[in-house]
């Protein structure tokens, strides 16, 4: 066995890694793979976040004061879909990739050219999408929803707008055969299911999540499509079409995508909260069955986007009260989240920092989303800044900080180096601060009545505008502090540790820091499982 | 040894290859039952 050991390490040492550009074009491993997802994701969270700090710059005044009302409506599109699937997406696969082959004993992903596909696909479908804005008639500009007949009137953008789709969702699709069938076939021996950390365990379920919905979202654009271009009539009126169907489509898919953007983080607070705690997780199996439950329930409450559209007192009775039954699990998990704190030894390093501000602003998205889930209320609330609050508050403090947690949280792991403390202190102040500056004052100009998607608005909204403007320029100037942080922590700093955080379990913490380009090319044995399985 | 290990790690392999085509053909069931779905409820 020693010699074994010693086969592998000095394996590890000479690791037959490619390098120059090849060790990237055609990288098969999973950490360099995870690392260009994260890379990726970065660039078009700023590129998004760009988009975001002009929306803001052209609300700071009511009037139109820098964009043609075309061109604004093209950033809000642009922005949403740059967000959602170029920055948030592609961030989790990222995580997923470094981590999971770590956390469950695999040397690598089970399927590691289909990996590079997955990756690789990517960065076509963004520059695809990207170009658009300088094709005639500019980017898309009917909104990241897409609904027909408006989406219809795309100039030479709508092929692209398309294409861009169904490459992001087969990226995202491929990346989730690669998770399930890695989670399901490469767990050491003695890994069973109940012993997966919770990071493992919510991109298991994010990645069934993907493979029911993401084809719905590429069949609804493929009838877009013929629509557009063969003089097919699904959601043309005038050809006994009907476009309130493609809504339906689209939030069949739509609901269980903001799951998908936010299950992951779920995980990674599971992780962070216990080992700055320094307790177990308080009921990880009630966690499981909260989030596969939370995932069961976003396949029937799709039409709660929709309550305005007209559909039968039953159906709208139905899709509230599935709504409000989400809070039940979600309730367990802040529950636990707290429970787990109590009476633990606590500490607010960053991740912890980010974990806990997840905590309470998740919170008020979902509360206000439970606002928006009451048919009534909801009339008032539709197509309103309130709803603009809502789900910037679940996806913001929400999932990027779900984010950020992650990163700080391992970077040390994967980097080798304890980062400079004191910026990322810096840098979650700053964030914590400004985004509440930036997306709680959008709850009263929405109960004030100010609708979304329009570059001008009544003077009577021009105050908490401002604020909400100063908020978005802070907050995405807050954010150049995170780049910065990782390449001064890439580059240099004091020695992590194989276990960077002193209460930190899980089989990734028993691996040396930063891993080797192979890891666990031995499965781990069973003292190492037993010791990192402790949740 | 070598060859139980050998014959594990095959078994692993055929287990992964069956894994993926199934969920890619769930995948793509999916894709194309939406869109039968719209034809037949556009032809109703």
Redesign the interface.
Same mark, same amino acid.
């Given at each position: 066995m020693a010699e074994v050991q010693t086969h592998a390490e000095s394996h590890d040492e000479h690791d037959h890694k490619p390098h120059g550009w090849r060790r990237w074009v055609y990288s098969t491993n999973h950490k360099d793979i995870g690392t260009m997802y994260l890379v990726f994701a970065c660039i078009m969270f700023f590129i998004g976040g760009g988009a975001a700090m002009l929306i803001r710059l052209e609300l700071f005044s009511p009037g139109l004061q820098f964009f043609d009302p075309q061109f604004f409506n093209s950033l809000t599109t642009m922005h949403a879909l740059i967000m959602i699937f170029g920055a948030i997406m592609p961030a989790w696969t990222g995580l997923a990739n470094w981590m999971i082959p770590m956390q469950v004993g695999a040397p690598d992903m #089970?399927?590691p050219r289909?990996n590079n596909l997955s990756f690789w696909i990517l960065p076509f479908a963004f520059t695809l999408l990207l170009a658009s804005f300088f094709v005639p008639g500019g980017a898309p500009a009917g909104g990241w929803t897409m609904y027909p007949p408006l989406i219809l009137q795309t100039g030479a953008a709508f092929p692209m707008l398309i294409f861009s789709v169904h490459l992001m969702g087969a990226s995202s699709?491929l990346g #989730?055969?690669?998770v &399930? +069938?890695t989670i !399901?076939? =490469?767990r050491a021996p003695g890994i069973t299911l109940l012993r997966m950390p919770l990071f493992v365990w919510t991109w298991l379920i994010t990645a069934y999540l993907l &493979? #029911?919905? =993401?084809? +719905?979202l590429? /069949?609804?654009v %493929? !009838?877009l499509l013929t629509d557009h271009f063969f003089g097919t %009539?699904?959601f043309t009126a005038a050809g /006994? /079409?009907?476009p309130v =169907?493609f809504q339906h &489509?689209f939030w069949f898919f739509g609901h269980p995508e903001v799951y998908i953007l936010i299950l992951p983080a779920f995980g990674i607070v599971s992780e962070v909260i216990p080992t700055f705690s320094r307790k177990p997780l308080f009921g990880y199996e009630a966690m499981v069955y909260a989030t596969a439950s939370i995932a069961f329930l976003s396949f029937i409450v799709w039409a709660h986007h929709m309550f305005t559209v007209g559909m039968p007192l039953a159906a709208q009775l139905f899709f509230m009260l599935s709504t409000m039954l989400i809070a039940v699990p979600t309730g367990v998990k802040v529950f636990n989240w707290t429970a787990t704190m109590w009476k633990g030894s606590l500490s607010f390093e960053p991740p912890m920092l980010f974990a806990l501000a997840f905590l309470f602003l998740f919170t008020i998205g979902g509360f206000s989303g439970l606002m928006l889930a009451i048919v009534p209320a909801d009339y008032q609330y539709q197509d309103t800044y309130f709803v603009v609050a809502h789900f910037h508050y679940v996806l913001v403090p929400g999932t990027i900080f779900g984010i950020m947690a992650g990163v700080y949280y391992w970077l040390p792991k994967w980097t080798g180096n304890m980062y400079d403390m004191t910026l990322g202190k810096w840098h979650f102040w700053l964030s914590a601060i400004f985004v509440n500056v930036l997306f709680f004052p959008q709850h009263f100009l929405g109960l004030a009545g100010m609708p979304r998607r329009i570059p001008d608005y009544a003077v009577q909204f021009t105050d908490w505008n401002r604020v909400s403007s100063i908020g978005g320029f802070g907050f995405g100037l807050a954010q150049l502090l995170f780049p910065y942080l990782i390449w001064k922590c890439v580059r240099g700093g004091v020695p992590a540790g194989n276990r960077a955080w002193e209460g930190a379990h899980g089989l990734e913490w028993e691996l040396p820091s930063p891993p080797p380009f192979h890891s666990w090319t031995t499965p781990p044995s069973d003292a190492v499982i037993a010791r990192g399985a402790e949740h | 040894m070598a060859a139980a290990d050998l014959e594990a790690g095959s078994e692993q392999r055929r287990r992964v290859r069956r894994s993926a085509l199934l969920w890619g053909l769930i995948a793509a069931a999916f894709y194309m039952a939406f869109i039968v779905m719209a034809v037949v409820r556009g032809t109703k």
């Open positions: #089970a399927l289909l699709i #989730a055969i690669n &399930i +069938v !399901m076939n =490469m &493979i #029911a919905v =993401m084809p +719905v590429a /069949g609804a %493929t !009838m %009539t699904f /006994g /079409g009907d =169907m &489509i | -």
